[in-house]
């Protein structure tokens, strides 16, 4: 799609929008039945931006993959509207080879590319192929066009914020619009998300004497696949087989728990060994192995210097398990979210925290569950804003969406985890805050 087109696409949607739920206004001033007319404008209005997202690719796609990732913690009835979103994930269509020879060019020779692309990223997509010496890699291609689709993309999505915010009131969408922007430019050069994978291999990898992930329980678990070539355009990683998260629902229940608790393993550990966290918890981004090993793909989003949220999210838990609520509420101070003038009392009920998770030895995630924390585990800063004490910086944001994410994910699965033992390494392990 043209840069003309996809912006007047992503353009007509408030504008439809708008005159759609005006129509709703209307017609309740007329003495139609208001929750039916507006539930029928929401419904339409969620189809059209759907649409819209999934036509414009790019920027917006990844924007559209973010915000069903946390749908499914909306009240039932918006969760229902916004199922649309999860096809997003498998169903961006990808370009015809010929339109990206020129960047394929920059493959070494000896380098074979299967014609038809498995996937569509957000920015470009990718293909099977053989490496020199008759490996199968995956052959990860940028779109030319890709820049000025991000320039293009992030003016409409600003514009779109406040539509968006009316259709998903928890959610705060104008700082998820702001730090979706703030990744992109990193997300076009792909040597800075290859190196971020070969650390995160680095550290993960398993058996290494002295090695950062050595002796942890549940190390051997997480697969990362190597990568064999690198250029601002172009990256080439080893392929890995296994069952995507979106399949696992047909699964059964001992294979969706191994794939919960490797998950939630990857996600509160990576802080700790590798000093940040894979920020793009989208079910595509993860394949079970026929071994139940769990392989990480896509590097492009990562918190760097994280752990503050993870530890602040672990130490809530495991202090409001103890009862001392006076020490979460040290806790949220150093972390600088909260000011000098909150009580605990305060606190506590901003932050109605649900200690199950800790206390039992195996807790199973469920959608229901999420449900019943939505407000607190979908958007922290609108959770905690209303005595007007949050401090919650936007460097959080990232490191939020991982935990959250992850969180979401272990619920998509009804995935039961020993979640006791993973928060408690995460606790003792993280640095307090300065």
Same mark, same amino acid.
């Given at each position: 799609m043209g840069l003309i087109r996809r912006a007047a696409s992503l353009a007509s949607v408030p504008v439809t929008t708008g005159a759609r739920?005006?129509?709703a206004a209307t017609a309740t001033?007329?003495?139609?039945?208001?929750?039916?007319?507006?539930?029928?404008?929401?419904?339409?209005?969620?189809?059209?931006?759907?649409?819209?997202?999934?036509?414009?690719?790019?920027?917006?796609l990844k924007f559209g993959q973010a915000l069903a990732v946390f749908s499914s913690a909306l009240p039932p009835e918006q969760a229902?509207?916004?199922?649309? =979103?999860?096809?997003?994930? !498998?169903? @961006?269509?990808?370009?015809?080879?010929?339109?990206?020879? %020129?960047?394929?060019?920059?493959?070494?020779?000896?380098?074979d590319i299967e014609p038809e692309a498995i996937a569509a990223a957000s920015l470009g997509q990718v293909h099977r192929g053989t490496w020199t010496d008759g490996t199968p890699v995956a052959i990860k291609v940028q779109y030319a066009d890709a820049p000025k689709v991000v320039k293009s993309d992030m003016m409409q999505l600003r514009a779109m914020a406040p539509l968006v915010g009316r259709l998903l009131p928890t959610l705060d969408v104008k700082a998820l619009v702001d730090e979706h922007a703030a990744?992109?430019?990193?997300? =076009?050069?792909?040597?800075? !998300?290859? @190196?971020?994978?070969?650390?995160?291999?680095?550290?993960? %990898?398993?058996g290494k004497p002295g090695g950062l992930a050595d002796g942890m329980p549940g190390s051997g678990g997480i697969v990362i696949p190597k990568v064999h070539f690198a250029t601002e355009t172009l990256l080439v990683t080893e392929w890995?087989?296994?069952?995507?998260?979106?399949?696992?629902?047909?699964?059964?229940?001992?294979?969706?728990?191994?794939?919960?608790?490797?998950?939630?393993?990857f996600c509160f550990w990576s802080p700790r060994l590798v000093g940040a966290t894979h920020a793009d918890p989208h079910p595509g981004n993860f394949r079970l192995l026929d071994d139940e090993r769990l392989a990480v793909l896509d590097f492009g989003s990562i918190a760097d210097d994280a752990g503050l949220f993870t530890h602040l999210f672990a130490q809530t838990l495991i202090l409001t398990?103890?009862?001392?609520?006076?020490?979460?509420?040290?806790?949220?101070?150093?972390?600088?979210?909260v000011s000098d003038s909150t009580t605990t009392e305060q606190l506590m009920e901003m932050l109605?925290?649900?200690?199950?998770?800790?206390?039992?030895?195996?807790?199973?995630?469920?959608?229901?569950?999420?449900?019943?924390?939505?407000?607190?585990?979908?958007?922290?800063?609108?959770?905690?804003?209303?005595?007007?004490?949050?401090?919650?910086?936007?460097?959080?944001?990232?490191?939020?969406?991982a935990v959250m994410g992850t969180i979401a994910l272990l619920c998509g699965l009804d995935s039961t985890v020993d979640f006791r033992a993973v928060i408690d390494g995460v606790g003792d392990a993280i640095a307090q805050p300065a």
């Open positions: 739920l005006a129509g001033a007329f003495g139609a039945d208001r929750d039916a007319v507006y539930a029928k404008a929401t419904a339409a209005s969620v189809e059209t931006l759907t649409a819209a997202l999934a036509k414009a690719r790019g920027p917006a229902a509207q916004l199922t649309a =979103l999860t096809r997003l994930y !498998e169903d @961006a269509k990808p370009q015809p080879l010929k339109t990206i020879e %020129k960047q394929l060019k920059g493959l070494p020779k000896g380098v990744r992109l430019a990193e997300e =076009l050069d792909y040597t800075h !998300e290859a @190196a971020w994978q070969k650390r995160f291999r680095k550290a993960w %990898k398993p890995i087989d296994g069952t995507p998260f979106t399949a696992l629902v047909d699964e059964p229940a001992h294979r969706r728990d191994a794939a919960g608790r490797q998950l939630a393993r398990t103890r009862g001392d609520d006076e020490a979460v509420l040290e806790e949220w101070r150093k972390a600088g979210l109605d925290p649900d200690d199950r998770p800790y206390t039992r030895e195996e807790f199973t995630f469920s959608k229901e569950w999420l449900q019943t924390r939505s407000q607190q585990f979908q958007d922290p800063v609108q959770a905690l804003q209303g005595a007007s004490r949050l401090r919650f910086p936007a460097d959080y944001l990232l490191e939020h969406r």
